[in-house]
């Protein structure tokens, strides 16, 4: 089984709020995050997917979420590219 890191950004609000988890099925956790069974700071926004990365392990993608969460600079060049 493969898990994935994953950044999904705001479509429904003026300034872009973004989001980082991680998961084995990608497909099911955005479904969740715009709905009300999401995370509790992704609930009352729309949501969609803008990256996806693949690890062979729940660590391995515990560890790159937890880097890719606290590097600003990161998050901020995976949304320029989207321009």
Known sequence: MYFYV???VSVS???KKT???YTNNVK???IKHNS???AKS???YKWKLIFKKRFNSKSEAMSYE???KKNRKKRLS???RLK
């Open 78 to 80: 995976i949304l320029k």
């Open 28 to 30: 099911n956790r955005l």
């Open 6 to 8: 994953y950044m999904i």
């Open 13 to 15: 609000h003026i300034k």
């Open 42 to 44: 992704t609930k009352g």
């Open 36 to 38: 009300s069974k999401g």
């Open 66 to 68: 937890y880097k890719l």
């Open 19 to 21: 989001y980082v988890g």
